[in-house]
């Protein structure tokens, strides 16, 4: 199989790694924003590089679309009228209605289209989700969710990622409809960005903290907390609480949090310094699931239609944390 990887920045260049060494392709074709930018990569992993996206279309019998999120759309598009099919990282846009001009665009070209939600293939969030529908957790009380960035984005991501909703707490939102298989139906945030390691997200009225709360299908609550800024290590988590037990996603050896009671085990000497760090085995899951959907006619593990819904999520909370007040995820849709 022939696969085009466009887009060639850190979580680009691991695609395209992980593709490279994946048997079942025959042939990579690599492009970046500008022309020659991935020549580099391409020399290290002896595959093409091409001038440009449409020259990869060209060439390729699948895309993987990995450029900047304002890029996504008019990719998808080109890769929609090539008949491709395509991976597209998260979100697939930035607004509702071009993300449902694209879901439309992808169903009447035929294509399959996978969104990039790394957890859904990470360990962790696999099993709790099969633990919850084995019933060995009994009844789902509480979930609570943690995305703690070690250190703030370059001002250029952050005038063009959406905003803290969108870019990150994203990622908590679809976790959580993956793992408990409950929707979420009403939101409430809070953002902030009171402190001077904010301030470019400030600039750009968005956030670099924000706390928030949602109401799910059957009576489940969940919290969840996010920050731009976490010195000790990149910290993603989630616990779940029911009524037969209580599990932990991410609580490992490298997790940066420490105790201080009393004999409690030392900080971490090596806790996650990024995503990519944290979920590489997600993200080489994610690139053979791919493979796999486009050869062999696999389960889609994250189809657009739940992408979307959890981008609605996000919507909600951005509305909630603007105006002060609970938003029902309804008023979205």
Known sequence: MRVGVIGVGRLGSLFARILAGHPAVTELALAGSKPGSADELADELGVQSMPDADRVLAVVDAVVIA???AAHPELVRRAA??????FCEKPIALDLATT????ELAASAGIELQVGFQRRFDAGYVGARDLIRSGRLGDIYLVRTASHDPAPSPESFIATSGDLFRDLVIHDFDAVRFVTNREIEEVFAV???GFPEFEPYRAHADHG???GTMRLSGG???VFTATRHNPAGYDVRMEIFGSAGSIAVGWDARMPLRSIEPGSPPAPIAPYCDFL????PAYRAEMHAFVDLVLKGTDNVCPPHEARAAFVVALAAGRSAAQGRPVPVSEIT
Do not use: M, N, Y
Request: hydrophobic share 45%; no cysteine.
């Open 220 to 222: 489940s609550q969940a």
């Open 191 to 193: 953002g902030g960005a």
């Open 100 to 103: 449902d001009e694209l879901i």
């Open 209 to 211: 903290l924000a706390v």
């Open 81 to 86: 009228a090539a008949g491709l099919p395509t």
């Open 277 to 280: 760090d944290r979920f590489s």
């Open 67 to 69: 450029a900047s999120t």
